[in-house]
């Protein structure tokens, strides 16, 4: 089971989402098929607990709030899919800009232990990512997010 305290910075690891909404990409750039396919395989190794899998979508220049270089993503990602077992990715309003070669996704996430369970504590996110093309290959570079909703007290 996810915890409330783990469930932010796992969503770091849910941004690679599949783009369950719209991954047909109908009319867009081959450059967005590719970022919306990198981020469905990302999905896909987080969904069948391969690490490795999902670090070969990470640029070595990345960093974030949470993790301040590769070393600390890699270690935090390999800590949480060993003590999580089952996870899934829900994604919605997903935007995709590019600019030459580097490129911003922006989108809504929650996370579930299953696919037919509510998020716990219902949590949804607001996440911005950046992404940088390098040898024809888009990698991920930075990651933020914060809660889309604020509970009422």
């Known amino acids: ?3 409330r ?3 932010t910075t796992l969503l770091f690891l849910f941004l690679a989402g599949s783009l369950m909404l719209g991954l047909s990409a109908c009319g867009s750039s081959e450059d967005e098929m590719a970022l919306r396919s990198n981020l469905r395989d990302m999905r896909q190794a ?3 607990n391969k690490a490795d899998v999902l670090m070969k979508f990470v ?3 990345y960093k974030s709030p949470a993790h301040p270089n590769i070393n600390a993503l890699r270690n935090f990602v390999n800590s949480h899919l060993s003590r999580n077992r089952v996870i899934h990715i829900y994604l919605a309003d997903i935007n995709v800009e590019i600019d030459g070669d580097t490129a911003t996704i922006v989108f809504f996430s929650g996370t ?4 037919d369970k509510v998020p716990e504590r219902g949590r949804l996110f607001k996440v911005g990512t950046r992404w940088l093309k390098t040898n024809g290959q888009w990698l991920l570079t930075q990651a ?3 809660p889309a909703l604020i509970p009422r007290n």
Request: glycine letters at 6%; hydrophobic letters at 30%; aromatic letters at 6%.
């Open 112 to 115: 579930a232990d299953g696919p």
């Open 5 to 7: 305290k783990h469930a």
């Open 1 to 3: 089971m996810i915890k």
């Open 59 to 61: 640029d070595e220049s």
């Open 46 to 48: 987080i969904s069948s």
């Open 144 to 146: 933020k997010w914060r």
